[in-house]
T-cell receptor
Framework: KNQVEQSPQSLIILEGKNCTLQ??????????LRWYKQDTGRGPVSLTI?????NTKSNGRYTATLDADTKQSSLHITASQLSDSASYIC??????????FGAGTILRVKS | EAGVAQSPRYKIIEKRQSVAFWCNPI?????LYWYQQILGQGPKLLIQ????????DSQLPKDRFSAERLKGVDSTLKIQPAKLEDSAVYLC?????????????FGPGTRLTVL
């Protein structure tokens, strides 16, 4: 069954701290993996995209990693800011452009 | 560049009533998607259009949901009659094409509450 599981479900950290969000998937055949950020009341916005051959991709303070062998990905946020408070969704694309969404990790950054 | 526009942003109706949502995709985007996002879950694809043709509607509850994309631009999603379990955020997204490398850009969503 094609599934994307994310952990933790929610996370609270202090401003300035780092954090890592996890994503495990069983989607096949795999095409690419994206991390989206969804602010409250807004639509998701793509942060990174990685194909099978890429194992790391950065976008500012966001760094995503991909291990295609173990079917795991992580999103590392460095020096968190209050504006990082959002839901982070891991999305795996199957061939045929079918997207499989995780349930998301809700991150709250406190001052 | 203007983003994906959706209206209304919020809608409250009673069960068995009808409701319609509107989406205007990014100019030039051939592919349009409607998703349903229930609280605490990731979005679920309801229907995908390529220009004004339906590519995938396998998860659309066709007994109560319908969607159309007029002239391959704007799109409307209708629910008739609504059920309590339809309470969710309805997201519209668009992409240049249907390639797996084409980024989907999402609108702000319409939050539907069915009482």
């Amino acid at each position: 069954k094609n599934q994307v599981e994310q952990s933790p479900q929610s996370l609270i950290i202090l401003e300035g701290k780092n954090c890592t969000l996890q994503c495990n998937y069983t989607v096949s055949p795999f095409s690419n993996l994206r991390w989206y950020k969804q602010d409250t009341g807004r639509g998701p916005v793509s942060l990174t995209i990685m194909t099978f051959s890429e194992n790391t991709k950065s976008n500012g303070r966001y760094t995503a990693t991909l291990d295609a062998d173990t079917k795991q990905s992580s999103l590392h946020i460095t020096a968190s800011q209050l504006s990082d408070s959002a839901s982070y969704i891991c999305v795996v694309t199957r061939y045929g452009n079918k997207l499989v969404f995780g349930a998301g990790t809700i991150l709250r950054v406190k001052s | 560049e203007a983003g994906v526009a959706q209206s209304p942003r919020y809608k409250i109706i009673e069960k068995r009533q009808s409701v319609a949502f509107w989406c205007n995709p990014i100019s030039g985007h051939a592919t349009l998607y409607w998703y349903q996002q229930i609280l605490g879950q990731g979005p679920k694809l309801l229907i995908q259009f390529q220009n004004n043709g339906v590519v995938d509607d396998s998860q659309l509850p066709k007994d109560r949901f319908s969607a159309e994309r007029l002239k391959g631009v704007d799109s409307t999603l209708k629910i008739q009659p609504a059920k309590l379990e339809d309470s969710a955020v309805y997201l519209c997204a668009s992409s240049l094409g249907a390639s797996f490398t084409d980024t989907q850009y999402f609108g702000p969503g319409t939050r539907l509450t069915v009482l």
